[in-house]
């Protein structure tokens, strides 16, 4: 990959099978996507961290709280193993699961990092304005230091809003669009990512050297891709997607990424399909099988 991060290896990948951060109607799915995605790539570069299971407590206004302290624990724990120099695709599992691996690149590159947070929902609500409890809905901005506080990174691993660009976000809580209009975060319609060229002036405005891409898989357009835990109409189709990563892989230094909320049905050769091309457009080699081994 021409952009890849400084080790010019393949990256290391972490599958990271958690759904105690969804509130979704079947969440238990993204833990089985979680599986079918890894499993895409090649055994040798494969970690599978060891989430719990089990659903958790509720507290202060998030859902499974307590088990996603402990999912948080365990992904930092496999992170430390994985080497200072590895370039890391994180798979989920629901958005949550982009915590650790997120703020890993903050404190590895600071200013010089853009985060590209391609998804469907803005992920800004915090537990007081999220209409579900549902921890996926805030994840970017407990990464801003904005969320239970069990969860919140420490100050060098933060996020700064200058160094966000929101990609496809198309279904807003009324408190997350206020947030983004009051902080000025850079937000881009699914149409203007239908070519790459205003996704990297974007980027490259926020004066970024280094990008971290958040894929939330229902920034796709439901009527393409089935495997989604909350789909929304009038999203990318998949050969738009796999453009705009190749584009941002070519442009800027790629300091990792995240592939998150597939919820995979009973027929899944169309979303093998799919995830495989997504895959493809960041430099990676798939699997011929694709099943959970």
Same mark, same amino acid.
């Given at each position: ?120 929902? &803005? ?9 579900? /409890? $549902?921890? =996926?809905?805030?994840? %970017? #901005? @407990?990464? !801003? ?77 439901? &009527? ?9 109409? /009038? $999203?990318? =189709?998949?050969?738009? %997607? #796999? @453009?705009? !990563? ?48």
């Amino acid at each position: 990959m021409p952009g890849r991060d400084r080790d010019n290896g393949s990256p290391t990948v972490l599958v990271i099978p958690q759904w105690q951060g969804s509130a979704a109607r079947h969440p238990r799915r993204l833990a089985e996507g979680a599986h079918r995605l890894g499993a895409l790539l090649p055994t040798a570069s494969r970690t599978v961290v060891d989430i719990d299971p089990r659903p958790g407590q509720d507290h202060d206004g998030v859902r499974h709280l307590d088990a996603l302290t402990r999912s948080l624990a365990a992904t930092r724990t496999a992170l430390c193993r994985t080497g200072d120099g590895a370039t890391l695709l994180a798979v989920g599992g629901d958005c949550g699961i982009e915590l650790a691996p997120v703020a890993r690149a903050v404190a590895r590159h600071g200013d010089s990092l853009a985060v590209v947070w391609l998804d469907a929902h &803005a992920d800004l609500n915090t537990p007081d304005t999220s209409p579900s /409890g $549902g921890f =996926h809905g805030m994840v %970017l #901005r @407990t990464l !801003l230091g904005q969320g239970p506080a069990a969860l919140v990174p420490e100050p060098e691993e933060r996020l700064s809003t200058r160094r966000i660009v929101l990609a496809g976000v198309r279904a807003l809580d009324p408190a997350e669009r206020d947030f983004i209009d009051s902080e000025g975060i850079r937000a881009l319609s699914v149409q203007s990512l239908r070519e790459p060229d205003r996704l990297l002036a974007e980027v490259a405005a926020t004066g970024a050297t280094h990008v971290y891409v958040h894929l939330d898989l229902d920034v796709l357009d439901p &009527a393409h891709f089935t495997g989604l835990s909350c789909p929304e109409p /009038g $999203g990318l =189709h998949p050969d738009q %997607l #796999r @453009t705009a !990563l190749h584009a941002l892989t070519q442009r800027f230094t790629f300091a990792g990424m995240g592939i998150t909320e597939h919820a995979p049905t009973t027929d899944t050769a169309d979303s093998d399909h799919v995830l495989r091309g997504i895959l493809d457009g960041i430099g990676l080699r798939t699997t011929s099988a694709g099943r959970p081994s």
